[in-house]
């Protein structure tokens, strides 16, 4: 009866490991800006994708959502149109845009990375200088 119990116990132990592992995915990976800083008008940010277990770079994850504005500075409102750019360097992902004006920047990004169920999400702000 008791070796029952005991293996009851481990197959519940670990099948929460399982769920806990399966939750944890999108925390396994963070986005990096390539450069923190651009000049004012035509830019193209870069971000990386990297694992944060080895800081190794993330190829091949597809963008499935991107957006640059000024919430930072209390203006969500002003944003910029991001066009996707091609990379040359494995996990960065590359982005055509006009800043406008000096300040700071938030970009939010969403990647589906192969192999996790949830999609990883990250807000890098850039500063923009005159």
């Known amino acids: 009866m008791i070796s029952r119990a005991i293996l009851i116990a481990a197959g519940?132990?670990?099948?929460?490991?399982?769920?806990?592992?399966?939750?944890a995915g999108a925390n396994d990976y963070s986005f990096e800006p390539v450069?923190?800083?651009l000049q004012k008008g035509d830019a193209t940010l870069a971000v990386r994708l990297v694992q944060k277990a080895t800081s190794k770079p993330v190829a091949?994850?597809?963008i499935v959502r991107s957006r640059i504005d000024m919430g930072?500075?209390?203006?969500?409102?002003?944003?910029?149109?991001?066009?996707?750019?091609?990379?040359s360097e494995?996990?960065?992902?590359?982005?055509?845009?006009?800043?406008?004006?000096?300040?700071?920047?938030?970009?939010?990004i969403?990647?589906?990375?192969?192999?996790?169920?949830?999609t990883v999400v990250g807000k890098i702000t850039y500063t923009v200088t005159p």
């Open 12 to 23: 519940l132990a670990v099948a929460a490991g399982f769920a806990t592992q399966a939750l």
């Open 35 to 37: 450069k923190p800083e």
């Open 60 to 62: 091949d994850a597809v």
């Open 72 to 87: 930072p500075d209390g203006m969500p409102t002003m944003e910029s149109p991001l066009t996707p750019e091609p990379s």
């Open 90 to 108: 494995p996990g960065v992902y590359s982005f055509k845009t006009n800043l406008p004006m000096a300040g700071h920047w938030l970009l939010s």
């Open 110 to 118: 969403a990647a589906k990375v192969q192999g996790e169920p949830e």
